[in-house]
């Protein structure tokens, strides 16, 4: 089973529109997670981290579900510029190695 | 944030050929990281370079196809020797960083670079 799992869409939604992604993670010690955007044929670029319940910035909150293993991303009032791969990191521990999904893929449509 | 770049950006080689892919930061850092990413696929860890000691390889992927270098704290490099069609990807480095005021680190990237295995 992959350790970090993500619907890959892609997800076609509207300016101005509100969106959710969900990301699922297998090991239940995993304290910080990071949500990363990736534009095409460049690198990934922090968005923003998710620690304990969740985090806000703009029009971003990610949340954070122990009890269910998983965390989400959503965003509103949808921008074209928005449209991107975004993708769900794990920290799993002391090892610093980062565990990425596969990524969700979202279109912004005028 | 930091400041990463990679040489080259991208290239077109042939297969059994070798080649050596440059990365530089703005800062000394401890620890760098090689990823490779095909197409379709999410960040895939090649190793992890530490200054002063071999590099250490995930399962997978061994010194001899992916030798890496770390002469000092700024800079690595990473080779993927012996090329062959399957090779094609992105090859992206990347450091440890804090960000926020609270302390925490995560990783940034350099820009990546493009091979294209014939």
């Known amino acids: 089973r992959k350790e970090v799992e993500q619907d890959p869409g892609p997800f076609n939604v509207p300016e101005g529109a509100t969106v959710a992604f969900n990301c699922t993670y297998s090991?239940?010690?995993?304290?910080?997670f990071f949500w990363y955007r990736q534009d095409c044929r460049k690198e990934p670029k922090l968005l923003m981290s998710?620690?304990?319940?969740?985090n806000e910035d703009g029009r971003f909150t990610a949340q954070l579900n122990r009890a269910s293993q998983y965390i989400s991303l959503l965003i509103r009032d949808s921008k074209l510029s928005d449209s991107a791969t975004y993708l769900c990191?794990?920290?799993?521990?002391?090892?610093?190695?980062?565990?990425w999904g596969l990524g969700t893929s979202l279109a912004v449509n005028p | 944030s930091a400041v990463i770049s990679q040489k080259p950006s991208r290239d077109i080689c042939q297969r059994g050929t070798s080649l050596t892919i440059q990365c530089q930061v703005d800062s000394q850092v401890t620890m760098m990281f090689w990823y490779r990413q095909q197409p379709g696929q999410s960040l895939t860890l090649i190793a992890t370079a530490n200054q002063g000691s071999e590099a250490t390889y995930e399962s997978g992927f061994v010194i001899d196809k992916f030798p890496i270098s770390r002469p000092n704290l700024t800079f690595s490099t990473l080779t993927v020797s012996n090329m062959s069609p399957e090779d094609s990807s992105i090859y992206l480095c990347?450091?440890?960083?804090?960000f926020g005021g609270g302390g925490q680190e995560t990783q940034y990237f350099g820009p990546g670079t493009r091979l294209l295995v014939l």
């Open positions: 990347s450091v440890e960083r804090a």
């Open positions: 990191v794990e920290n799993a521990g002391n090892n610093r190695k980062l565990i």
């Open positions: 090991n239940s010690a995993s304290q910080s």
């Open positions: 998710v620690y304990s319940s969740g």
